[in-house]
């Protein structure tokens, strides 16, 4: 029986004592020096490092809703060393070696987040375990093959990404049809809206302001508008993610995908020695269609996928943030992943949107000119890419000299942008074409063996290029 539909099993697990009650500030108005909008990961992110670098700035983060209510807050709770865009695809537009420095970045953002978790939070909270990503068809172990001798081609060693032969991956993943799998160590399993929270109390004992409640409408330079007024300041960062497209002149700027999940209720021991994910590894497979998952810290199943149908004219309501369909077709996925759970009931089911840009291409940028900084495009992986994406946005705001801040603003996503989405209908045909050519795919493979060249092309040309 569904107890909580709509609600994060992560709302729901949030002890009280750690959520963050920003206090009361009085009323912003006159000048200040940074203005960010969102109380997500890329905000808070951007405003503790640039504390950290410049203690007295005075930094102001402004949140329509509450800390962590987007995809940070609601996420399937990967820290995760992944990009949206392939590191061929880095390599083709700014050569190799610049693709491996933003890889490489991505690995030590995982361990720096780790190094946060110690001091600000609590361990339950982020777990290292790795990635496993099992194979469950010879279409799926090409394609999961092939991301490993890619990593090799750059440089990487079975230290960062491996193949696992079947009775090993069964070991550590014991998924039906397992016959192999890719497996990384660069990745935690976290609680995030714990996480959020825990970053946002830092933020605030730093020395920032945080104003839940106050929607903005535009973002001009030196100056934003708001339902509580107008604001001044000399630099504003925009970290809205998929929000993005509510705000003035940026409708085209994302795409808002709507990623759902569901929760488990906590499973017995007996039933975790026969599934494994010891040491709790967040698992995916090699299916066209993305789905993800982890054991959470209490023994549950956290799973989730994409599938959800795009809105015409970009359109987010809270009322798409469940989809009964969907919601079967997650259980159903997961029970066939894991028949050993049995009917174990599902307690939650929940939603939100992420970004994609056109390119799927992450992206931070600063205009020292205008004074306006974003950071985003994550589609999904942007646990800890917005850590790196706060660092490198706090050292370009700041002209940090720093050796590694130097670094941080030579990433090949600095600067980058992305083209705009086509105009509607024409958006929602191609996307909602892709969704269900990727569907059609995973059925193509799973009924014949092979791989499926004409809609998994499909999806390749629409979705991910």
Known sequence: MLEDAGRSLWADTLPDHERTVPPEPAQVDGHIDVAIVGAGFTGLWTAWYLLEQSPGLSVTVLERDHIGFGASGRNGGWCSALLPMRMSTIADRHGDAAAVRLQRAMHDTVSEIGRFVDEYGEPSMFEYGGTIDVARSAPQTDRLRHEVDEYRRFGFGPDDYRWLERDEAVAACNATGVIGAMETPHCAAIHPLRLVHALARAVIGAGATIREGVTVRAIESGCLETDAGGIRADVIVRSTEGYTVELAGERRSVLPIYSMMIATEPLPAAVWAE???????????????????????????????????????????????????????????????????????????????????????????????????????????????????????????????????????????????????????????????????????????????????????????????
């Open 275 to 465: 599934i494994g994910l010891d040491g709790r590894p967040t698992f995916a497979d090699g299916r066209h269609l993305i789905i993800y998952g982890q054991r959470t810290h209490d023994g549950r199943f956290a799973f989730g996928g994409r599938g959800a149908p795009y809105h015409f004219g970009s359109r987010i309501d809270a009322a798409f943030d469940t989809d009964d369909r969907i919601r079967e077709l997650l259980t159903n996925s997961l029970r066939q992943l894991f028949p050993v759970i049995g009917d174990a009931a599902i307690t939650h089911h929940w939603g939100g949107v992420l970004a994609a840009p056109r390119d799927w291409a992450c992206s931070v940028r600063f205009d020292r000119r205008t004074g306006l900084a974003s950071a985003g495009g994550y589609v999904g992986d942007g646990v800890a890419t917005t850590n790196l994406a706060g660092r490198t946005l706090a050292a370009l705001i700041s002209e940090s000299t720093d050796d590694r801040d130097r670094d941080l603003v030579r990433l090949p996503w600095v600067g980058h942008r992305s083209k705009r989405w086509e105009p509607e209908p024409f958006r929602w045909i191609g996307v909602n074409a892709g969704r269900t050519a990727a569907r059609l795919a995973d059925r193509s493979e799973e009924r014949t063996g092979k791989a499926s060249r004409g809609w998994g092309g499909l999806v390749d040309m629409i979705l991910r290029r």
